[in-house]
């Protein structure tokens, strides 16, 4: 499965010079946890709520927290990569490029929805398998009970 079928298009985004109380309103009217912050049409950042959370003074700006080293997939991108490029780099989000388009985002939760959803594919009758089940196992009784 790739990540295009998951991904959010609805890329919600943000300035650098964006205060840090706009970016957490902004945060909470949309019920999402990252912006991506955008230079024009370039993306020169990632901002999360845990990221804002920190910080004390809300005047400071979105530029002063984000992670300006974007880690990013494609659309081709399978779920298995997406999920290891969030946990080998313990973060919360790829933003989604196809070429130098910004297309989308994943996020943590999309992955977890599609674990708790069951990825529905089908499997081809010939690469199908069935577990055996062996029957229980007894444990010797306790002799010092």
């Given at each position: 499965m790739r990540i295009s079928e998951i991904m959010s298009k609805d890329v919600v985004k943000t300035g650098p010079?964006?205060?840090?109380?706009?970016?957490?309103e902004l945060m909470a009217r949309r019920h999402i946890h990252h912006l991506v912050v955008v230079d024009g049409a370039r993306v020169v950042g990632v901002v999360s709520d845990r990221d804002i959370g920190k910080a004390r003074d809300t005047s400071r700006t979105v530029r002063?927290?984000?992670?300006?080293?974007v880690v990013a997939a494609r659309p081709?991108?399978?779920v298995r990569q997406?999920?290891?490029?969030?946990?080998?780099?313990?973060?919360?989000?790829?933003?989604?490029?196809d070429g130098d388009h910004l297309v989308g985002?994943?996020?943590?939760?999309d992955l977890?929805?599609?674990?708790?959803r069951g990825a529905?594919?089908?499997?081809?009758?010939?690469?199908?398998?069935?577990?055996?089940?062996?029957?229980?196992t007894r444990r010797p009784a306790r002799l010092d009970a």
């Amino acid at each position: 499965m790739r990540i295009s079928e998951i991904m959010s298009k609805d890329v919600v985004k943000t300035g650098p010079g964006r205060s840090i109380g706009e970016a957490r309103e902004l945060m909470a009217r949309r019920h999402i946890h990252h912006l991506v912050v955008v230079d024009g049409a370039r993306v020169v950042g990632v901002v999360s709520d845990r990221d804002i959370g920190k910080a004390r003074d809300t005047s400071r700006t979105v530029r002063d927290l984000m992670v300006p080293d974007v880690v990013a997939a494609r659309p081709t991108t399978t779920v298995r990569q997406a999920a290891n490029l969030l946990r080998g780099r313990t973060i919360g989000c790829l933003p989604v490029f196809d070429g130098d388009h910004l297309v989308g985002i994943v996020t943590t939760t999309d992955l977890l929805d599609l674990i708790g959803r069951g990825a529905e594919r089908t499997v081809p009758e010939s690469k199908r398998w069935t577990m055996r089940r062996r029957a229980p196992t007894r444990r010797p009784a306790r002799l010092d009970a």
